[in-house]
């Protein structure tokens, strides 16, 4: 089991490094400003997340309907609550930045309907969605 984990998280920080280099000319963290949606997979009995689903092909999915819009893309994967002992809040999150809400509005509004359509082959819970702006 500690491989397997040793192994996804390896994966998955290999596949973010990929994702940066093919989707950021600036490297650093987010810039002050940008927009930040943030997609919360909440825990819940029953409730299941494919996170090699999510990360080797939702992601990149999205990379190719979003283009040079998306700057930058975080996964999380859920390991505990506040103490080792407290159930996970969240199977995973996933972080999408632009550099503003116009950008995310024309990447996703023409693509909604494939995302969401994608949803149910790594998921059975419905996301919860915000949108925020960078503050520092």
Not at 4 to 25: H, P, Q, R, Y
Not at 29 to 48: R, S
Not at 77 to 104: C, M, Q
């Amino acid at each position: 089991m500690k491989n397997k984990i040793i192994f996804l998280v390896f994966g998955i920080t290999l596949f973010l490094v990929s994702c940066e280099d093919a989707n950021t000319s600036d490297k650093s963290q987010p810039k002050k400003g940008m927009i930040k949606v943030t997609i919360l997979y909440p825990n819940d009995t029953g409730k299941t997340f494919d996170m090699d689903y999510y990360a080797n092909k939702h992601m990149p999915m999205l990379i190719d309907l979003f283009g040079d819009s998306l700057k930058r893309l975080e996964i999380d994967k859920g390991l505990s609550g506040r103490t080792s002992n407290d159930p996970i809040p969240y199977l995973a999150i996933g972080y999408l930045y632009f550099e503003n809400l116009v950008d995310y509005q024309n990447s996703f509004g023409p693509n909604a309907a494939k995302i969401r359509g994608d949803i149910p082959n790594y998921t059975n819970i419905k996301p919860i969605v915000q949108i925020s702006k960078v503050v520092q």
